[in-house]
């Protein structure tokens, strides 16, 4: 991988954050959700229909991903040390990475890491409002996120695809230039 991309990698790490803030600021600032104001529940705060499949509902997470591990109190603080600790360990592997959708990847995921540690700290939990809960209304199940998530999603499984599936193509192509 160049240098420059490298660079460019680095430089999509605050891109992520400052969109993700943004958003969530944008979203915390809206009346119809009284955001701050229900800081305390874990239910929708606020909604605004935007389709039948999608809408911004704010929703205070204080879990992990898909609102799981609801955490308080000192799990709170936990649960911001190991998520640092993570993105920390990714950031240090991007620096080191050899593979241009490895970094992609742990870029995507710092990045997003970063976003939503930023909200435990100053809040408790993470502010989600992005809600495709209309295309899984029949199967009963929410999914709301923000920005920070969908980058760590997306993080996730270009991950997955280039660790696991395109480093065997990579090892198989190395195997067949062997024989």
């Given at each position: 991988m160049s240098q420059r991309f490298r660079y460019l990698l680095l430089a999509l790490i605050p891109v992520i954050v400052i969109l993700d803030q943004w958003t969530k600021y944008l979203v915390l600032n809206e009346p119809r959700f009284n955001a701050l104001g229900c800081l305390d529940q874990t239910q929708r705060c606020g909604q605004i229909?935007?389709?039948?499949?999608?809408?911004?509902?704010?929703?205070?997470?204080?879990?992990?991903?898909?609102?799981?591990?609801?955490?308080?109190?000192?799990m709170r603080w936990v649960l911001v040390l190991l998520t640092t600790a993570i993105a920390i360990g990714f950031f240090i592997w991007l620096l080191r990475v050899g593979r241009k959708w490895t970094g992609l990847a742990l870029a995507l995921v710092v990045g997003g890491a970063v976003g939503n540690v930023i909200d435990r700290v100053v809040f408790g939990a993470v502010v989600d409002f992005l809600d495709f809960s209309g295309i899984w209304r029949p199967y009963f199940f929410n999914y709301v996120f923000n920005v920070a998530d969908a980058a760590i999603s997306v993080g996730a499984v270009l991950l997955f695809v280039d660790q696991f599936l395109m480093s065997r193509e990579d090892s198989a192509a190395g195997a067949d230039k062997t024989d």
């Open positions: 229909e935007v389709s039948g499949i999608f809408d911004l509902s704010m929703v205070w997470n204080r879990g992990v991903s898909f609102g799981i591990g609801q955490s308080e109190g000192i």
